[in-house]
């Protein structure tokens, strides 16, 4: 179905314990790979765990991938020793891991060489990336000027809908005439239930840059209180401007964003034709049940609704400068990211260090 998606930008949600544990396994898996040579240079080890050696570029290495924007000078070295600390922590768990030859067993091995994988493609993935050229500003400004409906008439919409997945030509085609004739969305409701068509309802806060790019503009060229019906392969949605509100964004708040914007979609871009490439020039096999025509190969997509809290996989546009009227539906915040003390820091410590070492 049609999918008016709120995309919020949100931390990882595992439990402390489960992140804890998966920091861990992506210790020993370095451990594993690490260097089997001498002992460190004295400059640039923070403290040694039994026969094992802590060193200043795995600090480092931490803080880079930690938010440490609200770091002050008086507070830097406390947070380092913090991240030394927990550092300490796993390497005695790595140490007690590897003593009780953990890191043998098969789903330990199995998680570590997925970690490798993981590690690998993303180093590709950002090679790829990382050599495009950047946007500039007459892009960056262009693309302002070419989606007003995303800035300068941004709006913030309370949205309505009826999802009806699956159903004729016939019933789409009535209801879009039952639009036309000015019906209200429970009239519309009634007529389909009168006649057992299968149906669900919704209704939301959206800003413009929580909908997809291809809807905004059918969306934004509805004036509050004016419906219409969007079909697509899985059914159709009936979608209504229950009302709105004027949040523009000026240019100078936007093009930092845009730029940023532009450059993950040509990043993605670039990334999927080296994927496809890639694909073309190498021989894959499928086995099994995963051979073309299998069973186990046809699984479909399943139909979704209109207006979801479901988070996906890239934006629908640069999020703007935040505005009063912004507020509306606001994505979560994680308590580390207001304001964050040093002990909030150290707690992010293990969440970023887990991604640098994915």
């Known amino acids: 179905m049609t999918r008016l998606s709120h995309r919020p930008n949100t931390p990882s949600t595992l439990p402390r314990a489960a992140r804890w544990a998966t920091f861990v396994l992506m210790a020993v898996a370095l451990a594993a790979c690490g260097d089997k040579g001498g002992s460190k240079p004295a400059t640039q080890v923070a403290a040694k765990v039994g026969s094992e050696e802590i060193s200043i570029h795995q600090i480092n290495f931490v803080l ?33 891991a590897v003593e009780n030859k953990l890191d043998r067993s098969p789903e330990v091995v199995s998680q570590l060489e997925a970690a490798r994988r993981e590690v690998l493609a993303r180093a590709y993935v950002q090679r790829v990336a990382g050599a ?8 960056a ?48 409701a009634a007529w389909l239930k009168g006649r057992n068509v299968r149906f669900g309802g919704n209704s939301a806060t959206r800003a413009a840059e929580q909908i997809p790019l291809e809807l905004l503009k ?41 730029q940023q914007f532009l450059a993950n979609q040509r990043g993605a871009e670039a990334v999927s034709k080296a994927i496809k490439d890639l694909r073309a020039k190498t021989t894959v096999t499928y086995m099994g049940d995963f051979q073309p025509g299998s069973a186990g190969a046809a699984a479909g997509t399943p139909a979704t609704g209109a207006i979801s809290t479901t988070e996906a996989a890239a934006p629908a546009a640069p999020a703007p400068a935040p505005t009063p009227a912004a507020t509306a ?30």
């Open 64 to 96: 880079s991938r930690t938010n440490t924007a609200n770091v002050t000078p008086e507070n830097a070295q406390r947070l380092r020793q913090e991240v030394l600390e927990k550092l300490i922590d796993q390497q005695l768990a790595v140490d007690q």
């Open 218 to 258: 059918t969306v934004a060229a509805l004036k509050d209180g004016q419906t219409t019906v969007i079909s697509n392969a899985q059914g159709f949605t009936v979608l209504r401007v229950a009302s709105s509100q004027s949040a523009p964004v000026t240019e100078s708040a936007a093009l930092p964003r845009i």
């Open 141 to 188: 400004q262009k693309y302002f000027n070419d989606n007003p409906a995303l800035f300068s008439e941004r709006r913030i919409y309370n949205l309505q809908e009826i999802l009806v997945p699956a159903a004729g030509a016939d019933v789409a085609e009535q209801v879009k005439a039952q639009v036309a004739a000015g019906n209200s969305m429970d009239e519309v």
């Open 132 to 139: 495009l050229p950047k946007p500039t500003t007459e892009e």
């Open 329 to 358: 539906a606001p994505p979560p915040v994680a308590p580390a990211d207001v304001n964050p003390a040093v002990d909030d820091k150290t707690r992010a410590v293990i969440e970023k260090g887990i991604k640098g070492l994915k």
